[in-house]
């Protein structure tokens, strides 16, 4: 057997649920299969879905067919609480998520894909087989949703620690070739105020500092590896995008990234 083709989908929230699935939509449109991943955040999610037999087609659909509200609802009591000053742990239930999840996934993305989680109260981070639960860990942005229990301990968003979970630097060569699929900025400006805000903001602070750290490690020059982060889009952690206009805006993108390198 030849050596696999590793994605990393690194990034969070409904923008990278959306840009991730127009990336994946193209590279399946180029022939390109995927035989295993490493994600985080809500980059876990669509690897395990994807991984699952969630075409991107079937991805799409299941974006389009999904309101927000239905994969997490606010939290009134909690965010009342927060609003004045007290000390809670998250703000939204994404039970909608969880639920998604638990139907779809299969033995394959266990097999298949591996997730970062980051867990409490000492902020280590590890990587361990995609489930429902450990993906939603994985998703658990902090502040924004609940810590996940996993046995005796609780985890939060892979992305903490781990937003861009490559491969060791020994195991590179081990790939045929590894795409790493990277989320769009946004570009409509700042994130709400407030408790919200604030954790937002430290997700984006995270962002940026592990993407300029890809680049300045040189994975984009390595001749096995390609970097595909689509450019900056109105966008948010936690909404779709204006008539879910992204998905195209990264699968065009994406495909004009693999017609350059085929030529």
Known sequence: MSNPVLAV?????????????????????AGIRIDRYNACSAG????????????????????????????FRPCIGHQLLALFGMR????????????????????????????????????APMMCDATA????????????????????DHFVDGGVKNLVPTPRIGE????????????????TGAPPRGRLGRAL????ATMDREVTQLYESGWHLLPNVTV????????????????YRLIAHAREYAAEIIRREKA
């Not at 939204?92 to 639920?99: K, Q, V």
């Not at 595909?228 to 008539?243: A, E, K, N, R, Y």
Request: proline share 7%.
């Open 228 to 243: 595909i982060q689509p450019p900056p889009f109105p966008s948010s952690l936690l909404d779709w995008s204006d008539g």
């Open 172 to 187: 590179i060569a081990d790939y045929r070739h590894i795409y790493i699929l990277l989320c769009n900025d946004d570009v």
């Open 44 to 71: 876990a999610c669509v690897a395990a879905l994807h991984a699952s037999g969630l075409s991107g087609a079937g991805l799409e659909k299941l974006i389009r067919n999904t309101p927000v509200e239905q994969l």
């Open 88 to 123: 809670v742990d998250h703000l939204f239930d994404p039970a909608g998520m969880y639920g998604i999840l638990r139907r779809s996934l299969t033995t394959e993305a266990r097999r298949r894909v591996r997730v970062a989680v980051t867990r409490l109260p000492d902020y």
């Open 133 to 152: 639960v450990t993906v939603m860990a994985s998703a658990a942005i902090p502040q924004v949703f609940e810590p996940v229990k996993i046995g005796p």
């Open 201 to 204: 903001s430290a997700a984006f």
């Open 9 to 29: 989908i690194a990034g969070g929230g409904c923008r990278q649920i959306e840009a991730a699935t127009g990336m994946l939509q193209a590279l399946e449109a």
